[in-house]
């Protein structure tokens, strides 16, 4: 059982700010400061929590996830960072509840996660995947030593993996 955890690789943010602003370098640092700190991923993880439960080992993957949202220049940075935080779980929610969204990949937990990765490498379709980007240092290794290093690298995930491959087969 591992923990539930929210895990964002990039964050890009354009903002759009009247073009008479007296000081629009500096709303865009206010709004950075909110999203970089710590704050949001409070926030997040607060506001979250309810969305799955501490068992809960699935694990979703999520290509893009667009925000357009509005705020107010003058609200306080923990007010900018709710707003930003309540978005993105309006966002998040949206896109866990899309089927059959390529932007959206599930799996019940990393042993199935794992398995599919194995069973896509011998089949010669992985390395095309988005989803199997935390595997990209496999891709240079031959078929055979990729599979031996995913499993090895994993020992529970890698025999619990090895199980369940007869359903992506």
């Known amino acids: 059982m591992g923990s539930n955890r929210l895990h964002i690789r990039r964050f890009h ?9 007296p000081a629009p370098q ?3 640092v206010r ?3 909110a ?13 979250l929590a309810n969305l799955f439960s501490e068992t809960d080992e699935s694990i979703w993957l999520i290509r893009r996830l667009e925000l357009d949202l509005s705020v107010n220049a003058a609200w ?10 309540a978005q993105i779980v ?10 059959g969204d390529e932007n959206v990949v599930r799996f019940a937990n990393r042993a199935a996660h794992l398995a599919r990765f194995l069973s896509d490498v011998t089949a010669g379709r992985a390395w095309g ?8 240092g496999l891709r240079p290794l031959t078929t055979s030593a990729a599979l031996r290093t995913a499993i090895c690298n994993e020992p529970d995930a890698g025999q619990a ?9």
């Open 161 to 169: 993996a090895l199980l369940q491959l007869d359903r992506y087969e």
């Open 13 to 21: 943010a354009q903002y759009l700010v009247p073009h008479d602003h």
């Open 35 to 47: 999203v970089a700190q710590h704050l949001l991923g409070q926030t997040l993880s607060l506001a």
């Open 76 to 85: 306080e940075r923990e007010q900018l960072t709710r707003v930003i935080a």
């Open 129 to 136: 995947k988005w989803y199997y980007e935390s595997f990209a």
């Open 90 to 99: 309006r966002m998040l929610g949206a896109a866990l509840n899309e089927t």
């Open 26 to 28: 500096r709303l865009k």
């Open 31 to 33: 709004i950075d400061d």
